[in-house]
């Protein structure tokens, strides 16, 4: 199938900052676990100064010549928050909501998601400020062009290897690889993931993420004695996470009876056709519309009493706000940072299990690990094979982290945070300090 090298009509519409909770930011989201998991391993305090700061933060101004024939200067920012187990690795978002704190935020997710599933990643992440849906692609392409080579310093197969996020896709990745390879004078496929598979993508990349989720709910609903055939599920989110996670849900027999994304959705007691969901979102670009169940609203679904809940759109749904009505059994967190740390405590008392973003998610991660494998090896897997190696991964992480929680019985996250700080750590000990 040919690469659909659009930017999607459908997009993650973030909260207007102001309306944030506290609690929501994200840099403190983080380092509150952060600091749990320290605490808990007690990591020694120079380590733990080390791995509070990041390592290189970039600001660069990013002058576009527009189609109007004006200049606009945008603000670009790439931060590589710890490097030291392998190059840096994250994505790339063009979003008006960029900020530093938040690119930085992002970056030590990605170091902690890495450590996770143990693929040999540091955590970076990028943006630029700009509304990228009220420009034409040959604005989008001038602005990622002119971005990458503010950053190029950093970039590399060897140090710092970007991926789509929020707003940009294939198209902008084959754009970052091309003006790095011109820089290079010979092309270097290896520099970004989440290429076109036509110049070194990697199969199975796309589906990648939701089949993360899948693998992870299987196992929490079989770690409480539970069947997939006949559990429920509801997923917030039918992008490219969520209905993949819906569809392989389905498929391993769930009975998936809500979706919903930015237009609210649907429930259905017998189960929706996620199919048919799917076909309608790729012919109306929402669920808008769409009769395969009773409308639902995207704070309903929250509510719902179902065994899983699969929270795969955005940032700090579940927060103080909504966290007491949850009732699901399992919640894989497919988005990240959908749950606030205020609402980790309140989840924690309802027994809720959660398996948490840096695990539940990171199956994106991991097959970006294997497209930069494929292209510096210049020999390519089978579907098959990526998505057994992806399952592997996915499964021998869940263990581990569910291990850690039951031996300091602490909940799937702080164990998460736990395994993957005293992971870096290990590494920082053994490489020690440069003076
Ligand atoms: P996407 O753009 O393909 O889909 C986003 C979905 O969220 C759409 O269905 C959209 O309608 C819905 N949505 C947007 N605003 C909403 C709102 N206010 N309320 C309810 N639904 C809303 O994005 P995606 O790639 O599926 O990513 C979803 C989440 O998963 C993000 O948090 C992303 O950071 C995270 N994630 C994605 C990947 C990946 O490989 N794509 C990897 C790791 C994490």
Redesign the pocket.
């Known amino acids: 199938m040919a690469s659909d090298l659009r930017l ?1 009509t ?6 207007d900052k102001d309306r944030f909770l506290a609690e929501e930011n994200p840099f403190e989201a983080m380092m509150s676990r952060f600091d749990r998991a320290a605490e808990l391993l007690d990591l020694e305090p120079g380590l733990y100064k080390v791995l509070r700061h990041a390592e290189k933060q970039i600001t660069v101004s990013v002058p576009v010549l527009m189609d109007n024939g004006e200049v606009e200067v945008f603000t670009g920012h790439r931060v590589l928050y710890n490097t030291s187990r392998g190059p840096g690795k994250g ?1 790339i978002r063009f979003d008006m909501a960029v900020t530093l704190e938040e690119v930085t935020a992002l970056a030590a997710w990605m170091a902690w998601k890495c450590a996770v599933v143990n693929i040999p990643f540091g955590g970076a992440k990028g943006g630029v400020v700009c509304d990228p849906l009220g420009m034409s692609v040959g604005e989008l392409e001038r602005l990622t062009r002119r971005y990458t080579a503010g950053i190029i310093s950093v970039l590399g197969p060897d140090s710092d290897v970007p991926a ?3 707003n940009t896709n294939e198209r902008v990745m084959a754009w970052v690889m091309d003006t790095y390879s011109m820089h290079m004078r010979h092309t270097v496929t290896a520099v970004v993931t ?1 290429k076109p598979v036509e110049m070194g993508g990697s199969l199975g990349r796309r589906e ?3 089949r993360g989720c899948t693998v992870v709910t299987k196992l929490a609903l079989q770690h409480f004695g539970m069947k997939p055939q006949g559990a429920t599920v509801a997923v ?8 993949t996670a819906a569809m392989l849900l389905e498929r391993e027999g769930c009975k998936v009876v809500a979706i ?4 609210g959705g649907c429930y259905n007691k017998g189960g929706v056709d996620v199919q048919a969901a799917i076909q309608w ?1 790729r012919q109306h670009g ?2 808008e519309g769409f009769t395969g169940g009773d409308a639902l609203s ?1 704070d309903e679904l929250f509510a719902l009493d179902v065994d899983g809940l699969v929270p ?4 700090n ?1 579940i927060t103080t706000r909504n966290a007491d009505k949850i009732r699901a059994r399992i919640i894989c967190e ?5 749950t606030s740390a205020a609402a980790d405590a309140i989840l924690d008392e309802k027994g809720i299990f959660v398996i948490p ?1 840096i695990l539940a ?5 991991t097959v970006s690990y294997f497209e930069w494998v494929q292209d510096r090896h210049g020999y390519f897997w089978s579907e098959a094979e990526v998505n057994t190696r992806l399952e592997d991964i996915m499964t021998r992480s869940f263990h581990d982290v569910l291990k850690l929680s039951q031996q300091h019985k602490v909940n799937m996250r702080t164990a998460a945070y736990m395994l993957s700080i005293s992971r870096v750590a290990t590494v920082h000990r053994l490489r020690g300090i440069y003076a």
């Open positions: 999607p459908d997009r993650i519409v973030r909260p994505g789509p996020d929020v989440g990648a993420t939701g917030q989110g039918f992008g490219n996470v969520g209905s919903t994304d930015r237009a979102t929402t669920l995207n795969a759109a955005l940032e749904v497919g988005a990240n940072g959908p973003d998610n990171a199956g994106g991660v």
